[in-house]
């Protein structure tokens, strides 16, 4: 709980920073299907937009030991073999980020979110998020996927 407290009072700083420094940084989204259905969450800081689980490098971290570790924090999944499905460069929020975009598939659908950093998650369909009010990064992300499927 009070690491969740003090994530909220330090994000507008964070913001503020990202802003005026601008730096680089890199990540990764990890676009996750089980039964045709692909998995959102909400974090608890941000804009609390429907997202893919993910987020920021740690130090000289690559983009795949990241996605695994940021789906792991997130929700509670161990994955395995991802398949890459290309990079998205964002500027959103005064951040200059190249995202590595990964695909996953797990044969069950359990998930255990951390509060700490994740308010709820669920599965959905492609056309149920397109409903939904979501982060820029899921379309980035489904651009990809797309792209990927026409290509195999």
């Given at each position: 709980m009070l690491k969740r407290i003090s994530t909220r009072l330090l994000a507008p700083f964070q913001l503020f920073y990202w802003k005026m420094a601008t730096p680089e940084a890199g990540g990764a989204k990890?676009?996750?299907?089980?039964?045709?259905?692909?998995?959102?969450?909400?974090?608890?800081?941000?804009?609390?937009?429907?997202?893919?689980?993910?987020?920021?490098?740690?130090?000289?971290e690559n983009p795949e030991t990241t996605a695994k570790r940021k789906?792991?924090?997130?929700?509670?999944?161990?994955l395995g073999a991802l398949v890459p499905l290309g990079t998205y460069y964002h500027t959103r929020q005064g951040k200059k980020d190249v995202v590595c975009a990964y695909y996953a598939a797990v044969s069950m659908p359990q998930f255990h979110i951390n509060t700490n950093v994740t308010v709820e998650a669920g599965w959905f369909t492609v056309a149920q998020m397109h409903t939904m009010t979501r982060s820029e990064s899921v379309d980035d992300v489904l651009e990809l996927y797309t792209k990927y499927q026409g290509e195999k």
């Open positions: 990890v676009l996750i299907e089980y039964d045709g259905k692909y998995l959102l969450l909400r974090e608890t800081i941000g804009q609390k937009h429907w997202t893919l689980p993910g987020g920021r490098s740690k130090g000289a789906v792991k924090e997130e929700v509670g999944i161990a």
